[in-house]
């Protein structure tokens, strides 16, 4: 059971430049959601989705594209890096983000990506 | 804007020693949830609390939601060196699908 999987782990970009984080999760769920994650400053929410071929912004969208196609993938684009996008990167998917769910809430997260804008 | 807020910060204390840290917002929440980060992974998942005054027992942590659904705390009984990590807290609205993270408890238990 691979639960959810990011990749890549590391990567260094160029300011301008372009990339897709990719998120994938094998647990059926149906919600899906992109953090980052600065010192000091916890998880912050950038995108989210409720299902495959619905997504919303979170607290801090600008910079970042998202979409879902299928229920098992869930990509974040970043459309031209620059410095302060420099951060950890997180995906995690819950079976639903209902408070009162019986196939409960919990969040499941990847095991981060590591980016770096120079 | 929700916030959440932890204190402490940082918290450095010997094996064996009792502690309690809090998270705090002026917002109400359906339901919070607690999880523990070590470093190069993911958070896990510790804990939710749904109800107001709800106290919820893992082994030696003990898990407290505020009676207006506001704040809560974990509280860490004879600490050992393998409670080391960021604690977080995170908070669902009672509106929408986002949920909120507080910016973690650093605790680091010395041997």
């Known amino acids: 059971n691979a639960g959810v999987t990011q990749t890549p782990k590391f990567q260094v970009l160029k300011t301008g430049q372009s990339m897709t984080l990719q998120c994938a999760q094998d647990?059926?769920?149906?919600?899906m959601s992109w953090y980052r994650q600065d010192p000091g400053m916890g998880l912050r929410l950038i995108h989210y989705?409720?299902?495959?071929?619905?997504?919303d912004q979170g607290e801090v969208p600008n910079g970042y594209n998202v979409s879902r196609s299928t229920t098992e993938d869930f990509p974040l684009r970043l459309l031209s890096a620059a410095p302060s996008q420099t951060s950890v990167y997180f995906c995690?998917?819950?079976?639903?983000?209902?408070?009162?769910?019986?196939?409960?809430?919990?969040?499941?997260f990847g095991q981060g990506t590591r980016l770096t804008v120079v | 804007t929700q916030l959440l807020e932890q204190s402490p910060q940082f918290l450095s204390i010997q094996e064996g020693e009792n502690l309690t840290v809090y998270c705090n917002s002026s917002?109400?929440?359906?339901?919070l949830q607690w999880y523990r980060q070590e470093p190069g992974e993911g958070p896990v998942l510790l804990v939710t609390?749904?109800?107001?005054?709800e106290v919820k027992k893992l082994k030696r942590l003990t898990f407290q939601f505020g009676d207006a659904r506001k704040d809560s705390s974990l509280h860490i009984t004879a600490a050992q060196t393998g409670d080391t990590g960021l604690y977080l807290c995170?908070?669902?609205?009672?509106?929408?699908?986002?949920?909120?993270f507080g910016a973690g408890t650093r605790l680091f238990v010395k041997a």
């Open positions: 995690a998917s819950s079976y639903s983000d209902l408070p009162y769910s019986t196939g409960g809430t919990e969040a499941f």
């Open positions: 647990m059926n769920h149906e919600y």
């Open positions: 989705s409720v299902g495959a071929g619905i997504t």
């Open positions: 917002s109400v929440f359906s339901s």
């Open positions: 609390v749904v109800t107001g005054g």
């Open positions: 995170a908070g669902k609205n009672t509106g929408g699908f986002k949920t909120i």
